[in-house]
């Protein structure tokens, strides 16, 4: 792993789902290059080694005031924030046409709801700081391509690309950069859900579900979630200070690229 430990020295971070897989590797990567990071999370997380640069919220990034506070919080404790990551996500699997309006409300509201006021509580707080920043997004190869019993996902994936693009747009003119992630298939605990899901509705195992996924990868293998957090570093460092609107995918050269 290759870091610059003082890349991100002197931020404020706050990344939503940091608890767990890809979240939890983005908040190792932001702390080991220097940043200060909090997180927003349905359960809390300890990093006794990170003291005095790091911050457990414990709440729902869904519900609106919760996260206006994560955000005024995070900056109050860290001098501003600087790097928001909308990483955290559900899925679920099942096919349409049994699919009640509930679940697809549930699995859509949590993902793009979470994306749409993390970012609007940074955007909000980044203009008054007056310095810019970065919002990074979490999309997925499933929000560039349709994937059967994954069309909730798939959805709100795709939303959550429009609406950083618009994001990047409009927030331009205060240098405050939006882009979104696109991972492919990382190994997290996410992967049990999938498994077990799509085990029900094709007849499979979870080992077998498992092993068809990763066939589909040229590389030959999952991601891991530091293949996903230096490439999230990368967005949020001023080497990428002329990046912003893209949505940008680490999968081992699955299509879609
Ligand atoms: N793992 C993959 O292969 C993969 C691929 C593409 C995209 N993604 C996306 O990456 C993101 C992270 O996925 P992961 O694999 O690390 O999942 P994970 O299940 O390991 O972690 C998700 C975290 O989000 C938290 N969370 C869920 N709902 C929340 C809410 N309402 N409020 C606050 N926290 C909440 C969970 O508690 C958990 O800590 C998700 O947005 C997911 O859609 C994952």
Redesign the pocket.
Known sequence: MIRDCERHAGKGVLV??????????IVERFLGEGASVAV????SIDKPEAAGRFLSLV?????EA?VDVAVAETAARFGGLDVMV??????AVGPVIDMPLSEWQRVVG??VD?VFLGSRAAARQMIAQGRGGAIIN??????RRGVPNLSH?CA??AA?IMLTQSLAVELAPHRIRANT??????????????ASGFARVTGKTPDEVIEGFRATVPWGR??T?DD?AATVSWLASDEAEYVSGQAIAMNGAEFPY
Do not use: M, Q, R
């Open positions: 939503t789902g940091g608890a767990s897989g890809i979240g939890l590797g927003l999370d349905l359960a709440g729902d990034a869904t519900d919760t909308c990483n955290a996500g559900v899925i949590i993902n979470s979490a999309a997925s190869g499933a929000g996902y709100s994936k959550i992630y696109v991972p492919g298939h990382i190994e997290t605990p996410f992967w049990g859900g999938i999952f991601g979630p996903v």
